[in-house]
C-alpha cells in the first residue's frame, strides 16, 4: 500500500492558514476597540485643551478686572477729599482772590494745584468724571435729587450738578447728584 499521506492542495477550502478566521476577527476587533479608544482619548485631549485655554483666557479677564478695580474702595474714599478741595476753591469768589495777600494767594494755589494732582492720580488710574450738564440723565451714572420744570431743556435731561459722580473703568464709583429737567406744565 502507498504513503496515504496527502499534501494539502491549495484549492482546497478545508485547509487551515496560519491565520485562522477567529484570530483576524479577534485582531479586527482589537484594532477597532483601539481606534476608538484613540478617537475618544483624542477627544478628550481636545476637550482639555480647549478648557485650559478657556481657563487662561477667564483668569487674564479676572486678573485685569481685578488690576482696573482693585482701588474701588481707596478710590472712593478719595472723592471726599476731592469734593472738599472743590469746596475750598469754590468758597472764594474771583475778587476776594483778586483782593487777596500773597499768602492767602498761595494758599489757594496749593489747594489748585493739589486738587489738578489729585484728578491726574485719578485719571491714571482709570476713574474719570462723570458727564452731567447737558446729557441725558442714566439712572447708572446719575441720582436725580430733584426736578426742574423748564422749557430750555428737553425732559430727562440733567441741568444742574450738586455733585459730582466718578466712575471707574465702566463701573460707577459714585453717581452724581443731579437735578433733571421735566416739561413745564
Known sequence: MADETKTPDPQDSEVETPFADADVDARDLEIAMLKDEVAALKDRLLRTAADMDNLRKRAEREKAEATLYAATNFARDLLSVSDNMQRALAAMSQEAKDGADAVTRNLMT????????????????????????????????????????????????????????????????????????????
Open 110 to 185: 496749593g489747594v489748585e494745584m493739589t486738587e489738578k494732582e489729585l484728578l491726574n492720580v485719578f485719571q491714571r488710574y482709570g476713574i474719570r468724571k462723570v458727564d452731567t450738564v447737558g446729557h441725558k440723565f442714566d439712572p447708572n451714572l446719575h441720582q436725580a435729587l430733584f426736578e426742574v420744570p423748564t422749557k430750555d431743556h428737553p425732559p430727562g435731561t440733567v441741568v444742574q450738578e450738586m455733585q459730582s459722580g466718578f466712575a471707574i473703568g465702566d463701573r460707577c464709583l459714585r453717581p452724581a447728584m443731579v437735578g433733571v429737567a421735566k416739561a413745564e406744565g
